[in-house]
């Protein structure tokens, strides 16, 4: 995950919110992505946002996006305990393929 | 719903032995991702195919890791000879076209543990 640097760890108490924060360094950044991966299994994608979008709310997730600093956020409204994974940002550089540069990942457990 | 197959889930072998892993996309998916999963660390592509082709293996250590997609589906990623740092998680995932923010699809990884 060179270039998109995430916070360890993040725990917290089910029924409030979580927030898993993400810096990424290169200023081509088309889109940027929040994947979802439980113990031993792949990947699952939570939610996308444009490089021109400030925000995107889907249910329970807002992502918040600030370019001038490069920082991602991701919001989880009342959080559950099934949210307890590890979370990945991550970006692409161009609009002409998907290859996907990872963060380190963001393990997030909910406690009751 | 259409999945990501990968074969086998676990695989644990010697360093010098050979290991092959086995991915069948979902059908229709034209570009094929194979990503190394190190421990603690985020996906990292080591090979894209679109069709048959590969279109980015930049980061494949082609001394020891090959990578095929002889008919365009399924494809085989192989290691010969294995070393202690190949263990890890090895990913693929699919996509329709492989182009802007399209969803790629993930399968549930075969992890790789060489001794």
């Known amino acids: 995950g060179e270039d998109v640097e995430q916070s360890l760890f993040l725990s917290v108490r089910e029924g409030d919110s979580s927030v898993i924060n993400c810096t990424y360094t290169?200023?081509?950044?088309?889109?940027l992505y929040w994947y979802k991966q439980e113990p031993g299994a792949g990947l699952q994608l939570l939610t996308y946002?444009?490089?021109?979008?400030d925000m995107k709310q889907d249910q329970r997730l807002t992502v918040l996006l600030n370019k001038k600093d490069k920082h991602l956020s991701l919001r989880i409204a009342d959080t559950q305990t099934g949210d307890s994974a590890i979370y990945f940002c991550?970006?692409?550089?161009?609009?002409?393929?998907?290859?996907?540069?990872f963060g380190t990942g963001t393990r997030l457990q909910v406690f009751p | 719903e259409a999945e990501v197959a990968q074969s086998p889930r676990y695989k644990i072998t010697e360093k010098s032995q050979a290991v092959a892993f086995w991915c069948d996309p979902i059908?229709?998916?034209?570009?094929l991702y194979w990503y190394r999963q190190i421990l603690g660390q985020g996906p990292e592509l080591l090979v894209q195919?679109?069709?048959?082709?590969?279109?980015?293996d930049s980061q494949l250590p082609k001394d020891r890791f090959s990578a095929e997609r002889l008919k365009g589906v399924d494809s085989t990623l192989k290691i010969q000879p294995a070393e202690l740092g190949d263990s890890a998680m090895y990913l693929c995932?699919?996509?329709?076209?492989?182009?802007?923010?399209?969803?790629?699809?993930f399968g549930p990884g075969t992890r790789l543990l060489v001794l």
């Open positions: 195919f679109q069709d048959e082709s590969v279109v980015d």
């Open positions: 946002i444009f490089s021109n979008m």
């Open positions: 059908s229709g998916h034209a570009t």
């Open positions: 995932a699919s996509s329709f076209r492989g182009t802007g923010a399209e969803t790629q699809y």
């Open positions: 991550a970006e692409t550089r161009s609009y002409n393929t998907d290859k996907l540069i």
């Open positions: 290169d200023s081509s950044s088309t889109y």
